[in-house]
């Protein structure tokens, strides 16, 4: 049996897993602390009765950092605890103002689903262009593989909003499929509106579904919008709560590939006191 063969008959064991469970973030606990805090950090996977912290071995993070409001960028790796019991890691954050935690894996992750289940998952995420891509090469009735990577951004506040510096919030940080909001939400009015852009591998993306999701209930998102020609989305954000912003993306691989499509997970949390 092919090693695609293989991972295909594991995964269809599986196939009751939802599409949701693609969805990866970076939790902290909490969102806003006083200076000279440390906060503590879970990575989580999926929503709902499904919701984990993440198994992902320390082998695949490849990019962990604090980009702090003075400009100065640290290097959280060393930081991490994966499947402790308290948290996954820990990040002093002394600077006042609000510190942009970014995550990166690496692709090396595949996964392959049967058919049916593949082009439900292309459709709920809104991946318009892969499922014509398989209509484009007779591949609809065909099991799919992808590989995959995260992107993950989290917004901690430190010390009362408008405390020190914001910029690295509303900057690209050159992801390879990134939300990046026009406004920090730590500074928006009570329940006012948020844009923000979508990169893909540097260039504004149109077409991606950007999901808004209320993290204290999960199950599904509380407003989606597909980005426009600029790839920019505006959401309504209440000022209180967790909230979660995520978007998928993904591109054919060759033929001689051992999957179909590479897809980036990008994801931005964010939450209130």
């Known amino acids: 049996m092919s090693m695609r063969s293989w991972i295909a008959t594991a995964l269809f064991a599986l196939a009751a897993w939802p599409v949701c469970a693609h969805d990866f973030w970076l939790q902290p606990s909490p969102y806003w602390l006083a200076p000279q805090s440390a906060v503590q950090l879970t990575l989580q996977v999926g929503h709902g009765p499904y919701r984990q912290r993440s198994p992902i071995p320390v082998r695949r993070i490849a990019r962990f950092e604090d980009l702090a409001p003075d400009g100065a960028i640290g290097d959280l790796r060393p930081r991490l605890h994966l499947g402790a019991a308290e948290a996954d890691a820990d990040a002093p954050l002394a600077v006042p103002g609000t510190h942009l935690l970014v995550l990166e894996t690496d692709n090396g992750a595949m996964t392959s689903l049967p058919a049916i289940r593949f082009n439900d998952y292309l459709r709920a995420e809104g991946l318009t262009p892969a499922l014509v891509e398989r209509e484009r090469t007779h591949r609809t009735d065909r099991d799919g593989a992808e590989r995959y990577r995260r992107h993950a951004k989290a917004l901690v506040q430190v010390g009362a909003p408008g405390a020190g510096g914001s910029d690295a919030v509303t900057r690209p940080l050159g992801l390879a499929l990134e939300i990046v909001p026009e406004r920090n939400p730590y500074a928006l009015p009570h329940h006012d509106e948020l844009p923000v ?19 204290e209930h999960d199950e599904s998102p509380v407003e989606t919008h597909r980005t426009d020609a600029a790839g920019r989305a505006v959401f309504t954000v209440p000022a209180h709560g967790s909230w979660l912003l995520n978007v998928i993306w993904t591109r054919p691989l060759p033929a001689s590939d051992d999957a179909d499509f590479e897809t980036s997970f990008s994801s931005l949390a964010f939450g209130f006191p």
């Open 197 to 215: 852009k979508v990169l893909y591998l540097g260039h504004p993306l149109p077409g991606a579904l950007v999901k808004l999701t209320r993290l």
